[in-house]
């Protein structure tokens, strides 16, 4: 069922023009064999916008197809890039609250990655929720200790005090966006000095830059810094900062609990113009390259490279997706059955770029590309 309705506001929603019919519902699940692949569960996506606060979600969302269990692969972590990213923003939150020595909580905690670098960087304690994540897979300490809770975080939750709650890469995983940040902010009732930060993918860049490989299934929730900061002001937090991070990737929200009234925001029109024309120009693309039978890799087998081939007609013309995580390695992309491969497979295949589906990564893919002798050129994808 179509909800037209704004889950942050509950203002009337409009239609945005970008919709994508039949595409993978979880874009990052592993498929250990082709024909898996091919038969993995779809869904529609229709994005809608809301003119009172500048949210947009795909009205089309159906929770019910969503399986965040096993077999759930999202993790950053083997690059260096990524890694130095965490690193560094675990050493200056733990700088900014104080928090050597204190217990923190992170919601939808992945395997542990955030919270053990917050470990390695002073915090006493890192407690972590998350349903997909694996005990083997749970990152070593250099000190401190780390608790994963293999739950979701819901309304008969009861957190422990803390320092600082944190939520990485979660709400946009959320339909119902103000009833989960209500549920924090009720969380927080008998620990109101508790701030909270939170980080998600970015709207404002996604707009900019036209960058239709970032809207898929699973991310039903889009935030600008307007519509982020007024869906908290709204739950009652009064919100600190909100910035863009990790080259303009992700927004940064820290905020603490308040009883003072939400301030009423303008908000900016949300424009589709670049995402529209990003769509086009890359579909003309992959019509010159069928035209000139020339065929691409894609470095990244994760969402974005899932949003590239089953958001345009690209599909012909990809031999494969190369990814350095080697938990994806010898897996197969869903729906179009594509196959993951190690960077060290690039020599037994031919081909004439490489696409890499995240520029940010570029001086470290070009330095792997080097190492393996890959003259073929790099082209980014944003």
Known sequence: MTNTTCPACNHSGQRLGYAVSQIPVNSVRLHHDEASARAAARGDLSLYGCVRCGFVW????????????????????????????????????????????????????????????????????????????????????????????????????????????????????????????????????NQPETPVFIQIPSWDRVGAEGAFWDIYYEHCSYFSQQSLSGLFEGCG????????TFGGQYLDLRARASSAKAVDRAVSEIDMTAILSQRQAWQTYFQTLRDQDRKVVLWGGGSKAVALLTSIDSQDRVLAAVDINPHKQGCYLPVTGHPVIGPEQLKELEFDEVLLMNGIYRDEVAADLKRLGVTATLKTFD
């Open 237 to 244: 937090f009064t919100v600190d900062q909100c910035s863009m």
């Open 58 to 189: 795909n009205a089309e969302f159906d929770a019910g197809l969503i399986d965040y269990s096993s077999g759930y692969e999202s993790t950053q972590s083997y690059s260096g890039t990524y890694r130095k990213f965490l690193d560094q923003q675990a050493v200056e939150l733990v700088e900014a609250y104080n928090l050597k020595g204190k217990t923190v909580i992170e919601i939808g905690c992945g395997h542990g990655e955030f919270l053990a670098a917050l470990c390695n960087a002073g915090v006493g304690h890192g407690i972590g929720y998350d349903p997909a994540a694996l005990v083997e897979r749970r990152p070593q300490i250099a000190q401190g200790e780390l608790t994963i809770i293999q739950e979701a975080v819901g309304p008969e939750t009861t957190l422990q005090q803390a320092a600082l709650i944190i939520c990485r890469n979660t709400l946009e995983h959320v339909p119902d966006v103000a009833v989960f940040v209500a549920g924090i902010r009720q969380a927080l009732e």
